[in-house]
């Protein structure tokens, strides 16, 4: 099987796929007709190329945008002989079990990672990746539903089971309050013996207060400028763009505030921002106040703070050590939503706070009713 994908040129161009005339998707049977087509596409391709291109702006979603795409498309027309447009609920039915078991060339070790001929799994996709390659793959046909480009989304039809059914369960992926002490208490022994250490250590203890105390994403922790923060009737805020461009305002504390000052005084900026200056809230590695750090940057220093606190752990607390060797950027925002929720905060400040479209999912953070019930239900005996 030949795999004839290139890599695109630029977000704008998003995809390069070389598919058969009569695999392209003109004649689909799920196109739409008699509609008025919102998109200037004639073909599956082009389609896909224009909804990718809405996520221009964010390189993380279009990468992973992107790939959802070209496997499917390349699916469709190669082992179904379908273009996209013509696939119903059976066929992703088929799709759904190709996930989870991608055979030959789909996924040939030794196939390169990059360039026309790659391999497109790296092996099985787990249930929860599965889950989340078809909710790609589902916003994508209801996009070109609403484009007036398809008919209908078939996996609008797809029941709720497994990991998409178990949604309201407890959040498990934070950190419990004596594990955030114990990670904040590590950082605080790290060397500081050269300039460099020095810098790594203001850096990286500004930078994981900053992701829990305001629950930021990596992306916007690492996009943020120092001139975000502001007051408000004598209250600091900080102004967040989040996922497709969103905004939003979280409220700082008075003692993140107090941290915001000792990063900015140790690179010999002013205590407090300016409303029109153009220095980043974390600054890059070599600590340039006009350079931002990376998304990756943040998630290796937030994963390398998570391995020391987890190395000083190792003998006396082997679960929490290997809790913290699991744990990731994410967990931070996880545990800010926890913590506040357990700290009695209005569930629908901690929606605010959390950007959640929906209050049912800020609902998956409250822990406290479930410990008040095991504790009450379980009567442990008394120790003598």
Same mark, same amino acid.
């Given at each position: 099987?030949?795999?004839?994908?290139?890599?695109?040129?630029?977000?704008?161009?998003?995809?390069?796929?070389?598919?058969?005339?009569?695999?392209?998707?003109?004649?689909?049977?799920?196109?739409?007709?008699?509609?008025?087509?919102?998109?200037?596409?004639?073909?599956?391709? $082009? +389609? =896909? &190329? %224009?909804? @990718?291109?809405?996520?221009?702006?964010?390189?993380?979603? !279009?990468? #992973?945008?992107? *790939? $959802? +795409? =070209? &496997? %499917?498309? @390349?699916?469709?027309?190669?082992?179904?002989?379908?273009? !996209?447009? #013509?696939?119903? *609920? $059976?066929?992703?039915? %088929?799709?759904?079990?190709?996930?989870?078991?991608?055979?030959?060339?789909?996924?040939?070790?030794? *196939?390169?990672?990059?360039?026309?001929?790659?391999?497109?799994?790296?092996?099985?996709?787990?249930?929860?990746?599965?889950?989340?390659?078809?909710?790609?793959?589902?916003?994508?046909?209801?996009?070109?539903?609403?484009?007036?480009?398809?008919?209908?989304?078939?996996?609008?039809?797809?029941?709720?089971?497994?990991?998409?059914?178990?949604?309201?369960?407890?959040?498990?992926?934070?950190?419990?309050?004596?594990?955030?002490?114990?990670?904040?208490?590590?950082?605080?022994?790290?060397?500081?013996?050269?300039?460099?250490?020095?810098?790594?250590?203001?850096?990286?203890?500004?930078?994981?207060?900053?992701?829990?105390?305001?629950?930021?994403?990596?992306?916007?922790?690492?996009?943020?400028?120092?001139?975000?923060?502001?007051?408000?009737?004598?209250?600091?805020?900080?102004?967040?763009?989040?996922?497709?461009?969103?905004?939003?305002?979280?409220?700082?504390?008075?003692?993140?505030?107090?941290?915001?000052?000792?990063?900015?005084?140790?690179?010999?900026?002013?205590?407090?921002?300016?409303?029109?200056?153009?220095?980043?809230?974390?600054?890059?590695?070599?600590?340039?106040?006009?350079?931002?750090?990376?998304?990756?940057?943040?998630?290796?220093?937030?994963?390398?703070?998570?391995?020391?606190?987890?190395?000083?752990?190792?003998?006396?607390?082997?679960?929490?050590?290997?809790?913290?060797?699991?744990?990731?950027?994410?967990?931070?925002?996880?545990?800010?939503?926890?913590?506040?929720?357990?700290?009695?905060?209005?569930?629908?400040?901690?929606?605010?706070?959390?950007?959640?479209?929906?209050?049912?999912?800020?609902?998956?953070?409250?822990?406290?009713?479930?410990?008040?019930?095991?504790?009450?239900?379980?009567?442990?005996?008394?120790?003598?």
């Amino acid at each position: 099987m030949s795999l004839p994908v290139t890599a695109p040129e630029s977000p704008d161009i998003a995809l390069s796929l070389a598919l058969p005339a009569a695999l392209d998707g003109r004649a689909g049977t799920n196109r739409a007709r008699g509609g008025h087509l919102q998109i200037a596409a004639d073909s599956d391709v $082009e +389609a =896909v &190329r %224009l909804w @990718l291109a809405e996520y221009a702006g964010s390189p993380h979603t !279009l990468r #992973s945008y992107r *790939r $959802e +795409a =070209v &496997r %499917l498309l @390349l699916w469709a027309t190669r082992a179904l002989g379908k273009p !996209l447009s #013509s696939l119903t *609920r $059976e066929d992703f039915l %088929l799709y759904e079990q190709f996930l989870a078991a991608p055979t030959g060339d789909w996924a040939d070790p030794t *196939r390169p990672r990059r360039g026309g001929t790659r391999r497109l799994f790296d092996g099985p996709l787990s249930e929860r990746s599965r889950h989340q390659a078809l909710g790609i793959v589902s916003g994508l046909l209801s996009y070109l539903v609403s484009a007036g480009y398809l008919a209908g989304n078939p996996l609008a039809l797809r029941r709720r089971t497994g990991a998409a059914a178990r949604r309201t369960r407890r959040i498990e992926r934070y950190l419990d309050h004596a594990l955030w002490d114990h990670v904040l208490a590590s950082v605080e022994q790290w060397p500081r013996i050269t300039a460099r250490d020095h810098q790594h250590y203001e850096r990286s203890r500004w930078l994981i207060r900053l992701l829990y105390q305001t629950g930021l994403r990596v992306s916007e922790a690492a996009n943020a400028k120092a001139a975000d923060f502001y007051q408000r009737r004598g209250k600091w805020w900080l102004h967040v763009v989040g996922k497709g461009g969103a905004e939003g305002e979280v409220p700082v504390s008075v003692a993140l505030m107090a941290d915001l000052a000792r990063y900015r005084v140790f690179h010999g900026l002013a205590p407090m921002p300016s409303g029109n200056e153009t220095a980043a809230a974390v600054m890059s590695v070599a600590g340039d106040p006009c350079r931002h750090l990376t998304p990756a940057a943040v998630y290796l220093i937030v994963k390398e703070v998570f391995r020391r606190a987890a190395d000083m752990l190792e003998t006396g607390d082997v679960a929490g050590a290997e809790t913290l060797r699991r744990a990731s950027t994410h967990w931070l925002r996880h545990s800010a939503a926890s913590h506040q929720a357990d700290a009695g905060t209005d569930l629908r400040f901690i929606q605010k706070n959390m950007r959640h479209a929906s209050i049912q999912t800020t609902g998956i953070y409250l822990h406290a009713e479930d410990d008040q019930r095991h504790t009450d239900t379980v009567r442990e005996p008394e120790q003598n």
